[in-house]
């Protein structure tokens, strides 16, 4: 593999990763605060059409953008709904609102199945000045989007703020402890609700950043599983949004791996194997997420799933 092909494959894991960065940073503030959510997928697949359809109508992805998050936000507020006042099962809820979130994209997607953004409306690349002419470090990071700018920016946000931030404390409280952190005052109901639709709106966002920058509307293939993947990213970066980044390019170098080989024609491995890759992965880390002691050996929330009912603390 020579070195162009290598940078260009490098660049483009950055942007393949973002969008799962920031459904597991979505996540992962979800988790955090107690709730399982697993219906990102769904969230997604809501926040990439709306994203589409919105950018496509005003010719503005930063509007597409937008809307693709208060989609998100709005889809994730009834998990909220479902999960903190109506104590349903958080497993059941979230895997219904993958079914749900899937049914709504291919309703409002009909129309425009198959079509891609006009370049002239798609999010285009904004080199950093001075960085961008570094060699290979400055094609594969400073000559992205905005998007990708701000998605570190957020990620570097969320980990000052659950670290050195007293909301912070009391989110992590939250997860931990629900009953403690009611005793001590904070308004455990407030504090899920705020960081269910934060985490919606930031998986929406992560949707909608694959279609405005310039993906076609295929609700088969648009998110492609990125959402289980951010799911299971949440338990390989071990519930820290700085390691969840890092993750999220690992997978995208998985997910692009393949056809850097295969422009460099090796033939090793099968690259029905590389495809699978990530997903294997996936589903190997899901399985370690099953298992009560490996996830508080890892540093989950001791109350994540766990309805709270405040006459039983």
Partial sequence: ???????????????????????????????????????????????????????QATGQPLLGL?????????????HGFLSITMRANQIVSGLALVIFGTGVAIFLGQPVEGQALVPGARLGRTAIPLLEGLP????????QDLVVYGSWLLVIAAAFYLTRTRTGLALRAVGESPATADAAGIRVAMVRYTHVALGGALAGLGGAYITTRGAPWDQAATTGGRGWIAIALVVFASWRPLRA???????????RVNFALQAA?????????????????????????SATDTRRRLGSPAALGVPYVRDER
């Fill in 136 to 143: 290979a470090v400055g094609r594969i990071l400073f000559q």
């Fill in 66 to 78: 937008v809307a693709g998050a208060l989609a998100g936000a709005t889809l994730a507020s009834l």
């Fill in 245 to 255: 980044l890092a993750g999220a390019y690992l997978f995208g170098i998985a997910l």
């Fill in 1 to 55: 593999m020579n070195d162009s092909v290598l940078v260009l494959t490098l660049a483009g894991a950055v942007i393949t990763g973002t969008p799962i960065a920031l459904a597991a940073l979505g996540a992962l503030l979800n988790e955090r605060a107690g709730i399982l959510n697993l219906g990102i997928e769904g969230i997604m697949l809501v926040g990439a059409v709306t994203a589409f359809l919105g950018t």
């Fill in 265 to 289: 024609d090796v033939r090793i491995v099968p690259p029905q194997f590389l495809t699978m890759l990530p997903y294997l992965l996936t589903i190997a880390v899901l399985i370690v997420l």
